[in-house]
């Protein structure tokens, strides 16, 4: 099975993208993040079209959080919204089963600028989805927490860190939260496959980044200990990248078999 994790950056926007991406890589399960699009303009026609069904949590401003999956599997919503704060109305969270495994969509805030009230959120909201985890893994069902965590894990993880040490997406809180959330039992699929490799996932729009790979992995799959000995491959559909009118994350996928 392919499952795969998108910003698209707008999904009206990119659509074309998005479809072509599709037809080409056909994965089986897609979660898409940054939707931009409030509940009613989600494309679900052109979706259908394209072999996939779809539920989505739709939002107008930079949220909005979408499970796609390809016609003949399964998908039941379990919720979407993360538990532990009923004022918080932002649409970054997304659960649903598929096939039996928990797919959890998530969209972790930026953050910037750090220190400030947006900082202060973000971390919270880490929290949130921290405590959340722990619960999902006292279930013993296979789960898979999934998207754009607007997090580097490591140096590795980011093109001449020594620029980033004052960004919410680096600093040493934000690094410090994903430590604790992974220590939980959870494994981080890319650095499983690919320990010491530079893999990036998001190349910034100015000054050329994508042209010199000046990139950041921030899109990342957290598998629960049912689901890494299944773990077959992990790739980011680069080329995405460089496509016209594209987002400025590329998808990446894993097989799990």
Same mark, same amino acid.
């Given at each position: 099975?392919? /499952?795969?994790?998108?910003?698209?950056?707008g999904?009206?926007?990119?659509? +074309?993208?998005?479809?072509? $991406?599709?037809?080409?890589?056909?994965?089986? /399960?897609?979660?898409l993040?940054?939707?931009?699009? !409030?509940?009613?303009? %989600?494309?679900?026609?052109? /979706?259908?079209?394209?072999?996939?069904?779809?539920? $989505?949590?739709?939002?107008?401003? $930079?949220?909005?959080?979408? /499970?796609?999956?390809?016609?003949?599997?399964?998908?039941?919503? =379990?919720g979407?919204?993360?538990?532990?704060?009923v004022?918080?109305?932002?649409?970054?969270?997304?659960?649903?089963?598929?096939?039996?495994?928990?797919?959890?969509? #998530?969209?972790?805030?930026?953050?910037?600028?750090?220190?400030?009230p947006k900082?202060?959120?973000? #971390? *919270? &909201?880490?929290?949130?989805? @921290?405590?959340?985890?722990?619960?999902?893994?006292? %279930? *013993?069902?296979?789960?898979?927490?999934?998207?754009?965590?607007? =997090?580097? !894990? @490591?140096? #590795?993880?980011?093109? *001449?860190?020594?620029?980033?040490?004052?960004?919410?997406? %680096?600093?040493?809180?934000? +690094?410090?939260?994903?430590?604790?959330?992974?220590?939980?039992?959870?494994?981080?699929?890319?650095?499983? #496959?690919?320990?010491?490799e530079?893999?990036?996932? %998001?190349w910034?729009?100015?000054?050329?980044?994508?042209? +010199?790979?000046?990139?950041?992995?921030?899109?990342?799959?957290?598998?629960?200990?049912?689901? =890494?000995?299944?773990?077959?491959?992990?790739?980011?559909?680069?080329?995405?990248?460089? &496509?016209?009118?594209?987002?400025?994350?590329?998808?990446? &996928?894993?097989?799990?078999?």
């Amino acid at each position: 099975m392919k /499952i795969a994790t998108y910003n698209v950056n707008g999904v009206n926007g990119r659509l +074309r993208v998005l479809l072509r $991406w599709l037809g080409e890589a056909q994965p089986d /399960i897609v979660c898409l993040q940054e939707l931009k699009a !409030p509940q009613e303009k %989600f494309p679900i026609e052109e /979706i259908n079209k394209a072999g996939y069904n779809a539920i $989505w949590h739709g939002q107008k401003q $930079w949220n909005g959080v979408a /499970i796609l999956t390809k016609e003949g599997h399964t998908v039941e919503e =379990v919720g979407r919204m993360l538990p532990g704060d009923v004022e918080d109305v932002q649409s970054r969270y997304l659960e649903a089963m598929v096939e039996g495994i928990l797919i959890c969509c #998530l969209y972790l805030p930026n953050g910037n600028p750090a220190p400030g009230p947006k900082f202060d959120y973000k #971390l *919270k &909201w880490f929290q949130r989805l @921290t405590d959340r985890a722990k619960v999902l893994l006292d %279930f *013993k069902t296979p789960v898979i927490l999934l998207g754009d965590f607007n =997090v580097m !894990p @490591t140096e #590795l993880d980011v093109y *001449k860190p020594e620029r980033w040490v004052n960004d919410a997406l %680096f600093r040493p809180e934000t +690094r410090a939260a994903f430590h604790n959330l992974v220590a939980q039992g959870w494994t981080d699929a890319i650095r499983h #496959l690919y320990p010491t490799e530079t893999i990036y996932t %998001f190349w910034d729009y100015f000054r050329n980044a994508y042209d +010199r790979n000046a990139g950041l992995r921030i899109d990342h799959f957290l598998l629960s200990p049912q689901l =890494v000995k299944k773990l077959k491959h992990a790739e980011v559909d680069r080329h995405v990248r460089g &496509w016209e009118k594209t987002s400025d994350h590329a998808p990446v &996928w894993i097989e799990i078999g």
